[in-house]
C-alpha cells in the first residue's frame, strides 16, 4: 500500500503526523530537494504534499517528476507562506487532467 508523505517546515508538517502521513520536516532548500528525491526513489508514496515556499524554490525539480503518475506531488499553503502558489498549481494540475477550467 502507497504511503503519503509531508515535507516541509517543522512546524507545517508536525500536526500531519497525527493523520498518518509521513511528516519529513526540513530547513532549507538543499536538504528539501535531497529529500523529496528520496521520496520518489523510494516508490513507496503516492502522493507527496511540499510546502508551498519549499515547493516555489524546486519548481524545476517537481517539473521533472511531473510526468510520472506516482507520486503526485502537490504544493500546500503553510502556516509562514500562503502566496497562492499552492493553489495556482492545483488549478493548473486539474486544467491539464480534466482538460478544462473547472474552478
Given at each position: 500500500m502507497y504511503k503519503t508523505a509531508v515535507l516541509g517546515k517543522r512546524a507545517d508538517v508536525l500536526g500531519f503526523l497525527a493523520l498518518g502521513f509521513t511528516?519529513?520536516?526540513?530547513?532549507?532548500?538543499?536538504?528539501?530537494?535531497?529529500?523529496?528525491?528520496?521520496?520518489?526513489k523510494s516508490g513507496e508514496y503516492a502522493v507527496i504534499f511540499i510546502g508551498e515556499d519549499f515547493a516555489a524554490e524546486l519548481k524545476s525539480e517537481i517539473d521533472r517528476y511531473s510526468e510520472r503518475l506516482i507520486p503526485a506531488i502537490l504544493p500546500i499553503p503553510t502556516s509562514?507562506?500562503?502566496?497562492?502558489?499552492?493553489?495556482?498549481?492545483?488549478?493548473?494540475?486539474?486544467?491539464?487532467?480534466v482538460g478544462a477550467d473547472i474552478i
Amino acid at each position: 500500500m502507497y504511503k503519503t508523505a509531508v515535507l516541509g517546515k517543522r512546524a507545517d508538517v508536525l500536526g500531519f503526523l497525527a493523520l498518518g502521513f509521513t511528516a519529513e520536516p526540513v530547513a532549507d532548500r538543499m536538504e528539501a530537494a535531497k529529500k523529496l528525491s528520496e521520496l520518489v526513489k523510494s516508490g513507496e508514496y503516492a502522493v507527496i504534499f511540499i510546502g508551498e515556499d519549499f515547493a516555489a524554490e524546486l519548481k524545476s525539480e517537481i517539473d521533472r517528476y511531473s510526468e510520472r503518475l506516482i507520486p503526485a506531488i502537490l504544493p500546500i499553503p503553510t502556516s509562514s507562506s500562503d502566496t497562492g502558489y499552492g493553489m495556482n498549481a492545483v488549478i493548473e494540475s486539474v486544467k491539464k487532467a480534466v482538460g478544462a477550467d473547472i474552478i
